[in-house]
């Protein structure tokens, strides 16, 4: 669930949005039309935002570009080729998700059976995409809010 009424932030504005147990939303705009920084605001609110009302379900799981770009940076900050005879592959994909034997169909489904103990640095860019929705599935993730779900 995500309820936001009277959002103002300086570049966007939202007068009312609220999406229920159930529902599906699909919010399409161009470029700079405010629906990549409403993905943003979803996951964090800035602190220079002002609203009457922000509630995003506690289990909620949110994917931005911007959140993948995060974690290839922490992952780069983390790599330890310099320490190591070989090229670090990175965190192994497997410890990014929670009980995978009981999602192990969905782990199927998006073709990362294969890829489990793998390195994060070593997956293509839609195999990342993948991984970080299983993660927030994995996870608990009960409501998911994703940025462009057909990039990658």
């Known amino acids: 669930m995500i ?3 009277n959002l103002q932030h300086k570049e966007l504005y939202i007068p009312s949005f609220h999406a229920r147990r159930g529902e599906g939303w699909c919010l399409v705009g161009t470029n700079l039309s405010g629906v990549d920084l409403f993905c943003d605001i979803i996951a964090a609110p800035p602190e220079s935002a002002e609203y ?9 799981g949110v994917f ?8 290839f940076e922490e992952e780069v900050r983390n790599d330890d080729t ?9 965190t192994q ?3 990014f998700l929670t009980d ?4 192990q169909d969905l782990v199927e489904l998006c073709n ?9 640095r070593q997956l293509s860019s839609g195999q990342s995409r993948k991984l970080f929705l299983l993660r927030e599935i994995t996870q608990g993730g009960q409501c998911l809010v994703v940025q462009n779900p057909y990039e990658g």
């Open 3 to 5: 309820v936001i009424d």
């Open 52 to 60: 009457d009302r922000f509630e995003v379900a506690p289990q909620s």
């Open 64 to 71: 931005t570009f911007k959140l993948q770009q995060e974690l």
């Open 82 to 90: 310099d320490f190591m005879d070989r090229i670090d592959p990175g």
């Open 93 to 95: 994909v497997a410890d």
């Open 100 to 103: 995978i034997e009981q999602h």
């Open 112 to 120: 990362l059976s294969g890829s489990l103990h793998k390195g994060y």
